[in-house]
């Protein structure tokens, strides 16, 4: 990475933010500036949002995805996930749903009956070639990796840092950790020189060196560093990203992801035509979302 007066530069993300539904959701990854970090190639920060108990929240119905994994982690309230597999299963928060899609799967996603509040981090991460048409699978982590780093508490959801290890499945050398710091604090932190990473602020305020972010701001750090100092405002809360660099070709179109611009037609018109392919999704009652047309 080049440098300005004798430090590091540190690439500043701004959201594009919208409303789905009442909810606002912010998305970092994919944009023009920066389009993966790692195998990471897509980051939406959902919420925090409060809604009344007889509305319906988050509803999302059956839709495909092909050559990645869904990755959610919950911060506040319950989402049911269903999937064309028969998977059925409520994400709660400190938990991970990953959906590996791989050669297609449908899923929904829905906020239980009741439910008031949602807060919630959701990424893709694309699959290597080799494993782009590996078979579908659901797993469920709710029991990981927690511990307390220098008055900061550590979640680590895929991957290892700091010597310990998640159980989620990786098809491509990844980290992921959520952090937070109740009171002001200073986190320095060994790094993978092979990974390139990224910081997002999901609360509070985050200091890096000279560079000041705040919530839905996404700091890209780069790779080649050995260590990263970070100073936390009190009740902040952060989700560092990592990656080896995939050095393959990612194409994106809508729900689906491909190695190349081919693979992403045939997924949806296989879709579009109801090909068995994706399946069908019990327990939901609507119907499918479909795509816009491709450019």
Request: a negative charge; one cysteine or more.
């Amino acid at each position: 990475m080049p440098g300005f007066d004798g430090r590091r530069l540190i690439q500043h993300l701004a959201a594009r933010t919208a409303d789905v539904g009442g909810i606002p959701v912010s998305r970092l990854i994919p944009q023009r500036e920066r389009r993966q970090i790692g195998a990471w190639c897509f980051l939406d920060h959902a919420g925090p949002a409060d809604f009344s108990p007889d509305s319906t929240g988050l509803r999302v119905g059956p839709h495909p995805h092909t050559c990645l994994q869904t990755f959610t982690w919950m911060l506040a309230g319950d989402i049911l996930h269903r999937d064309s597999l028969g998977s059925e299963q409520v994400v709660r928060p400190g938990e991970v749903n990953l959906m590996t899609a791989g050669h297609g799967i449908a899923h929904t996603e829905e906020s239980l009956p009741g439910e008031t509040k949602l807060h919630a981090a959701q990424l893709w991460i694309a699959l290597p070639y080799a494993h782009r048409d590996t078979a579908p699978r659901f797993d469920h982590y709710s029991d990981l990796p927690r511990w307390r780093e220098q008055e900061v508490d550590v979640t680590l959801l895929i991957g290892s840092l700091n010597g310990r290890e998640a159980p989620t499945l990786a098809f491509s050398p990844l980290v992921g950790a959520d952090m937070l710091a109740r009171s002001a604090s200073r986190l320095r932190l060994d790094l993978r020189q092979a990974f390139e990473y990224g910081v997002l602020v999901l609360e509070g305020a985050l200091r890096i060196g000279r560079d000041r972010f705040e919530p839905n701001e996404l700091a890209y750090l780069g790779g080649g560093l050995e260590d990263v100092t970070f100073e936390f405002d009190a009740g902040t809360r952060v989700l560092l990203l990592g990656g080896e660099p995939l050095g393959e070709d990612i194409f994106i179109w809508w729900n689906f992801v491909g190695h190349s611009k081919t693979e992403v037609a045939q997924a949806q018109c296989d879709w579009e035509s109801g090909d068995p392919r994706f399946g069908e999704v019990p327990g939901f009652n609507g119907e499918r979302l479909m795509p816009p047309p491709m450019p």
